[in-house]
């Protein structure tokens, strides 16, 4: 396809991550599809699956530096982690882990990236509705949602330091949608939102919002605040 982006997508096994996939697919975009586990991934037409843990520098700048692609015109960073378990019994390795993934690893690899980017390229970090200041909280999501609280912060931050030069950068705040580690977190819940439904939205967002936004944190839910 003419004009065909080349979009990057981490957490792209399950969930919104693989929906995206599709979306962009589709589309007639190439896609860099970065998760731990590739086998949902591999033999798909415009797929560069990549066996890639984002908590690992190592991998992400082997990656980087072998991926043999000249620039990137949008990263999702969609790979999340999330444990709920009352606060009174988090542990400093339940943080750890869990910000390794949401900030850590989101830090490291826009960071190796920043060579491939340039004034056009559109990062997108997903967030969550908890990460955002005033809205419902939920017991037990004390280390998920500051970890996509401070998620935010580094989004206004990075819009702040590459405002002249690019990359944009965005954060989609995200409300409850259907996935596996919705299901997995709070059994039984059924969410208004499939992963489908949220990847096509994400998509669109990810190619076009960059022009009108940098530095934004927006809600992306039915409930308010
Ligand atoms: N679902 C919701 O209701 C909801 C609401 C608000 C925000 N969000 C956010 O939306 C994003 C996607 O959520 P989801 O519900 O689709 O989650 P999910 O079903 O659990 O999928 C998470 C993805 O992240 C990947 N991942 C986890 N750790 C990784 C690591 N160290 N390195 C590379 N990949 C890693 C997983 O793949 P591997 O295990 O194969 O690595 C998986 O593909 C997350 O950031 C989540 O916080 C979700």
Redesign the pocket.
Known sequence: MQNAKHVIV?????????ALVDVYVDMGHQVWA?????ESLQNLKGVHAVE????VEKQISDWVSSCGVDHFDVLI??????INKPFSETTIEDYEAVY???VF?VAQLIRHLLPLFSKQTHIVN?????GVNGSAKFPGLAA?SSS?GALGILTELLAEEFKDEGPRTNAL??????????A?AFPGYE?PVS?AQMANYIADFSLTAHQLYNGKVLPLSQSTP
């Open positions: 981490t957490g792209a096994s399950r969930g919104i991550g693989r970065l998760s731990r586990n590739i890639l843990d984002i908590t960073n969609n790979a999340g982690m999330l390794r993934v949401n690893g997903i967030s969550s509705m908890g998920y996509k705040a995200l409300g409850a949608v259907q996935t596996e580690m919705l997995e969410a992963a």
